[in-house]
């Protein structure tokens, strides 16, 4: 009885000495954190979707709190007013920054892009691409296995099982921009975000030529150009047989829209402008000589003005000469005599 006292005995005072030198352990090296982080992390959204760049919004609110300047942090779940509202805490200034949305730059549906083979692999985006191409003709396009659909956190992104492409509820989605990322075809990409939800954009990554892209889609940019032409404010650029929209220097004219041969380029939220009558055809050959003929008349009248002159000028002429061959015919009678 007395052996087990002993053993409970020194197990305690052994369990409270080594309490004790935690707790001195624990203060010697203990890291001072600011209250703050706190305070900022309670006034993020707590979505921890890794779109500003860190695994969580612990880790956004340290940085806010620790760096000076919080120009390039932004917190696309919250937006501007959240940003806002953590630097009047802070009293530091954040950085404005347009909202955007995830646009899926891909318009090759199944009646345009028809299938030329069938996948049986696993129903993944990152699979497939890491095989093949895809199961059609464009090597460019989507893949259609929803790997954007499984990384949205905010449910702003579905498959429409009719055209097999992903579409983006603009009202739901963040631009956490985990689609992107998800995407081994890199179609989704986050685009400025107009007002009522108003959108221009080339919906094709393709960068074959037109004759190699028309025979994989028919909804396929072919690189033409004619969109830049028609572009005043130098917001298309066509590269690599490709054109593309600059969302910062687009002023949604919709000029480009009616340009595009394809249908390559998309228009949301608004209504086309209407279509300007084409120009009539070049006169033929036949009616230019009816225009050469009435040249005729206007000579007629040059001739006869030259005519008149002449005679004004001869008449003179004449009535100088007259007089002196009046003398020499009174002579030759007294000549005779």
């Known amino acids: ?56 919004c612990r880790g956004m609110a340290d940085a806010l709190v620790k760096r000076d300047d919080i120009s390039e942090l932004f917190c696309p779940v919250g937006g501007g007013d959240c940003m806002k509202a953590i630097a009047a805490y802070l009293g530091k200034a954040a950085a404005e920054k347009q909202p ?27 699979v497939a691409a890491s095989l093949y191409a895809g199961e059609t003709g464009c090597a460019f396009g989507c893949l259609g296995l929803g790997d954007c659909v499984a ?11 009719e055209t097999g492409l992903p579409e983006v509820d603009p009202d739901k989605c963040t631009a956490c921009g985990a689609c992107v990322k998800a995407c081994p075809k890199m179609v989704i990409e986050l685009r400025k975000k107009w007002p009522k939800n108003r959108a221009v954009y080339v919906s094709c990554v393709s960068k074959d030529k037109g004759a ?25 650029t066509v590269e690599n047989n490709l054109a593309y929209i600059d969302p910062q220097k687009c002023k949604l004219c ?19 402008l209407p279509k300007e ?5 070049a006169p033929k ?39 002196k061959t009046a003398p020499a015919a009174t002579k030759e009678p007294s000549h005779e005599s």
């Open 1 to 56: 009885m007395e052996v087990l006292l002993y053993t409970i005995l020194t197990l305690c005072v052994l369990g409270v000495l080594a309490a004790v030198i935690l707790y001195f352990v624990a203060q010697k090296f203990r890291v001072e954190e600011d209250p703050r982080i706190d305070e900022v992390e309670k006034m993020l959204p707590g979505a921890n979707c890794g779109g500003c760049g860190f695994a969580g």
């Open 100 to 126: 955007e949305v995830a646009t899926v730059r891909c318009g090759g549906t199944c009646e345009k892009r028809p299938r030329t083979n069938e996948y049986n692999g696993a129903k993944s985006c990152a």
């Open 151 to 161: 990384a949205c956190a905010f449910d702003a992104i579905h498959m429409n099982p």
């Open 212 to 236: 190699v892209v028309m025979k994989a889609c028919k909804a396929g940019c072919i690189g033409c150009g004619k969109c830049e032409k028609v572009c005043a404010f130098g917001a298309i």
């Open 254 to 272: 919709r000029k480009c829209v009616n340009e595009c041969p394809t249908g390559a380029i998309k228009l949301v939220g608004m209504d086309p």
């Open 277 to 281: 009558p084409k120009a009539p055809a």
């Open 285 to 323: 050959a036949a009616p230019a000589a009816e225009k050469v003929a009435p040249a005729a008349p206007k000579a007629a009248p040059a001739a006869e003005k030259a005519v008149e002159k002449a005679a004004e000028k001869a008449a003179p002429a004449a009535e100088k000469a007259a007089p």
